[in-house]
């Protein structure tokens, strides 16, 4: 059967763009530069699904080649900790998913130099934490909610604001700052840390670097539109940067929340350099290059009019299960309406329901309840699995895939029936 995956994007094209991009960054700051990562440095399974070809970790790849450069600052919100709040891909919490970034990225050869635990205010988890921490040798910061933020620039940069957290110590001409998720605190830490540099005497700038949404993309890309999916439950809107436009009389995209924030973020950094910035748009901001790296524009949109259905299903699971609210079903919705998307678009969904039809048929099923599963393999065929007494439509599904993937017969139990008794 014919090859389905296609490649869209050139791994090896987007490192030197990007790691240009970054190193004449740095050029422009006196050779140091707090680069905020939003996103995710490792397993971007987002950007590999819309964009094939592109490497889950092409960017601990890129921190690699500047590994020699870099420090790298992780940020972890106080409140997060005591919220046990969970990061959904993984289902792991965020305190414990900064401990596994930092075992991540020493397996990769590259030290976490700092935690911060962000708007600390003597919440005992994130006690508990710091001290775990401390006892694996790892240096910690505890910062404090800035006052007068976001109103009172003349007190956020100043002694009593900025000011009032430890300065972290970094060595480097490259700070990656970076986080578990939304909300961490990155740009805080980036801004206080550049408060207590100009305080010192030691000029530094700023940067963000975010995958998505790409810049040079139209609004209406796509990708773009992928992305606004996957952000649905932030109601993030993909929209064209009017501050850049103004500036260079050149069309360019953002999100609405950095497009709201830069006003106010570039009022904070003139204050803290007491000259005018040097950026005159959002977009100026960022360092992106993703775009360098697409080889074919028909394959990543085929993707991503993918993603954006698979996101409609994994909303609509939220929403069974009470994780979510109506209105971000229905902005999922809108998105699906808005590219033209039916569920039945995606390969394996006619399957699935013919499975779950199958099960009906054949007297399977468990307690009335008829379900089917599928998936589609690497060489385009679809596996199916239905559920029983015994086991879910994805645990049969599984044994099938295997079976297919190992050339063994369909009617060959894979798991004796006594391991199954026992489970069941």
């Avoid at 988890?125 to 910062?143: D, T």
């Avoid at 801004?191 to 207590?196: A, K, R, V």
């Avoid at 007494?389 to 050339?407: C, E, F, P, Q, R």
């Avoid at 139990?413 to 006594?418: D, I, R």
Wanted: hydrophobic share 40%.
């Amino acid at each position: 059967m014919e090859e389905k995956n296609k490649i869209g994007f050139d791994n090896d094209k987007y490192l030197l763009e990007q790691t240009s991009a970054i190193l004449e960054r740095v050029n422009r700051f006196n050779q140091r530069l707090y680069l905020e990562f939003g996103g995710k440095i490792l397993y971007d399974y987002h950007a590999a699904r819309v964009l094939p070809g592109f490497d889950p970790n092409v960017k601990m790849r890129l921190l690699q080649l500047l590994k020699d450069k870099i420090d790298v600052i992780l940020c972890i919100n106080a409140r997060d900790i005591e919220r046990k709040k969970v990061r959904a891909d993984f289902g792991i919490t965020y305190d414990v998913d900064a401990l596994k970034t930092i075992d991540d990225f020493k397996e990769w050869g590259i030290d976490v130099s700092a935690i911060v635990i962000t708007r600390y205010e003597n919440q005992s988890p994130a006690k508990s934490f710091k001290n775990k921490l401390e006892m694996r040798g790892i240096k910690v910061y505890l910062h404090y909610p800035t006052k007068g933020y976001p109103a009172d620039i003349d007190l956020i940069v100043s002694d009593l604001g900025y000011g009032a957290n430890e300065y972290i110590k970094i060595t480097k001409p490259i700070i990656i700052v970076t986080g578990p998720g939304p909300g961490s605190g990155k740009l805080g830490t980036c801004m206080g840390n550049i408060y207590h540099e100009y305080k010192n005497g030691f000029k530094a700038g700023y940067a963000k670097f975010e995958t998505f949404p790409i810049w040079d993309l139209p609004a209406d890309h796509i990708v773009n539109t992928a992305y606004e999916a996957a952000t649905v439950d932030l109601n993030d809107k993909v929209m064209i940067d009017e501050y850049h436009l103004k500036a260079y009389n050149k069309i360019t995209v953002n999100y609405n929340r950095d497009i709201e924030a830069f006003s106010l973020l570039k009022r904070i950094f003139e204050k803290i350099t007491g000259g005018e910035s040097l950026y005159l748009s959002p977009t100026d901001m960022g360092v992106n290059r993703a775009s360098s790296g697409i080889i074919d524009d028909n394959v990543i949109k085929e993707a991503a009019y993918q993603e954006i259905i698979r996101r409609y299903f994994r909303s609509s699971v939220e929403y069974a299960l009470g994780l979510i609210e109506k209105d971000v079903l229905d902005r999922i919705l809108t998105i699906m309406n808005k590219v033209g998307a039916k569920v039945e678009d995606r390969k394996v969904v006619m399957p699935a329901r013919e499975a779950a039809k199958e099960a009906e048929n054949s007297g399977k099923g468990n307690a009335g309840i008829f379900c089917g599963a599928s998936i589609e393999l690497q060489d385009g065929t679809i596996i199916t699995g239905k559920n029983s007494s015994l086991m879910h439509a994805a645990s049969s599904l599984i044994l099938n895939a295997t079976k297919y993937l190992s050339g063994l017969p369909d009617s060959m139990y894979l798991l004796p029936q006594s391991l199954i008794d026992s489970v069941t």
